[in-house]
């Protein structure tokens, strides 16, 4: 790990809240040091975002990011998931969805998840249906709360 990336780590590390972090993003741009293809720092930041301040500035981080990869695409899925944003995680997936070769094996139980407390069982079979065609198996459950009533209803 070159100096300058050991330091950029250490300030990230040190960023405890809101105002630090959005200096550290500051700095970042001005010195050209943000970019779309350092997934590490796209990640890392989108993640102090979501922590310390609202999911509205790591999805606007996000939103920069031309061609996200599918690693950055689970890391916003997964930080309105926790702040149980859940139409919206499934919005971010529908647009994430345009792209299929992004979606992965981690990507779906963040979806069901999401489906699970909207009590959506319609999506969630076709998040099933997806998982059986990228042959992402055993992936024999959708509804992964107590929404569902009847197990049998999405076998």
């Known amino acids: 790990m070159s100096r300058e990336r050991e330091l950029i780590s250490q ?7 809101a105002k630090s972090i959005t200096q550290l ?3 970042l741009l001005r ?10 720092l796209c990640y890392s930041l ?18 920069e990011i031309s061609q996200p990869n599918s690693f950055l695409w689970n890391a916003m899925l997964r930080s309105h998931c926790r702040a149980q944003q859940w139409v919206e995680t499934l919005r ?13 094996a981690f990507t779906l139980p963040i979806a069901l998840k999401a489906c699970a407390a909207l009590s959506e069982l319609r999506h969630g079979r076709t998040i099933h249906a ?12 959708v509804c992964c709360s107590s929404t569902c009533r009847d197990v049998r209803q999405v076998q």
Request: aromatic share 12%; net charge positive; glycine share 4%.
């Open 130 to 141: 997806v998982a059986i065609k990228k042959r992402f198996l055993p992936f024999r459950y």
């Open 11 to 17: 300030l990230l590390e040190a960023s405890t809240n």
């Open 31 to 40: 010195c050209g040091l943000l970019t779309a293809a350092d997934c590490f």
């Open 46 to 63: 989108g993640l102090l975002y979501a922590k310390f301040t609202t999911s509205t500035l790591a999805r606007n981080l996000f939103d």
């Open 92 to 104: 971010l997936l529908r647009r994430m969805a345009a792209k299929p070769s992004d979606l992965d």
């Open 25 to 27: 993003h500051s700095f």
